[in-house]
């Protein structure tokens, strides 16, 4: 069964901070890989998503995550962060082809300081 | 987007009562509706998924009997917690997987058992 860890637990940024959150998963075959946001009192949202293709995909409010296939790895980045990116941030697995289900990380809280 | 309901959004309940979450695909069908339950600090675990006109998939671990899954119609799911105890005390959340397999998040149901 795959598995996604997020090793960063809870980030502390200030604002026009650079912003690199990881994430790794364990799986050997082809899988789609997400991006989910949950902003204070909101629900989870799709920040971004990778199925085929370059393996840089962008997603809404300026984030990106870079898929590495041979580190089994999509980070997801952003070059200057707002206040208002203040959210959890998880991770998410789907073996590709099958099931629909899907593997979430522990996520990671991300706190930017004005 | 896709919009994804989710009702009551929190309830209070006496231990050894049932209670009922309803989760609704609200502008799209869906066959398929995933139940998670999110603890504090924690990532979603996923319950078990709810099939359209047939019985659920429940994960490893997670008792059938006692968290009931009903899947009526294309656009409705229901959660029923039997028996609750103060365990059971937890954020219960409903999603429905869109076109491109990404999933469309409920606001969550809040569960306090007393």
């Known amino acids: 069964a795959q598995s996604v860890s997020q090793h960063n637990h809870h980030v502390i940024l200030s604002e026009a901070a650079s912003l690199e959150l990881g994430c790794n998963y364990s799986?050997?075959?082809?899988?789609?890989l997400f991006w989910y946001v949950q902003y204070p009192g909101q629900h989870l949202q799709l920040l971004l998503k990778?199925?085929?293709?370059?393996?840089l995909v962008k997603g809404i409010k300026g984030f990106e995550a870079e898929f590495i296939k041979s580190k089994f790895s999509f980070n997801l980045r952003k070059p200057s962060v707002q206040w208002s990116d203040t959210a959890e941030y998880f991770c998410?697995?789907?073996?590709?082809?099958?099931?629909?289900?899907?593997?979430f990380g522990t996520g990671t809280k991300l706190q930017v300081i004005p | 987007g896709a919009v994804v309901s989710q009702h009551p959004s929190r309830v209070i309940c006496k231990s050894g009562t049932s209670v009922k979450i309803e989760c609704r695909s609200l502008?799209?069908?869906?066959?398929?509706m995933f139940w998670y339950r999110q603890f504090p600090k924690q990532s979603l675990m996923l319950m078990a998924t709810?099939?359209?006109?047939?019985?659920?998939?429940?994960e490893q671990g997670v008792e059938k009997d006692k968290f009931l899954i009903n899947h009526a119609s294309l656009t409705l799911s229901t959660l029923t917690v039997t028996s609750a105890h103060p365990e059971d005390s937890s954020f219960y959340i409903c999603?429905?997987?869109?076109?491109?397999?990404?999933?469309?998040f409920g606001p969550g149901t809040r569960l306090t058992v007393t």
């Open positions: 999603s429905a997987p869109g076109p491109a397999y990404e999933q469309y």
């Open positions: 799986y050997g075959g082809t899988v789609n």
């Open positions: 990778y199925f085929s293709g370059d393996p």
């Open positions: 998410a697995v789907r073996v590709s082809g099958g099931y629909q289900k899907v593997t």
């Open positions: 502008d799209f069908q869906a066959t398929t």
């Open positions: 709810s099939n359209e006109g047939s019985k659920a998939t429940y």
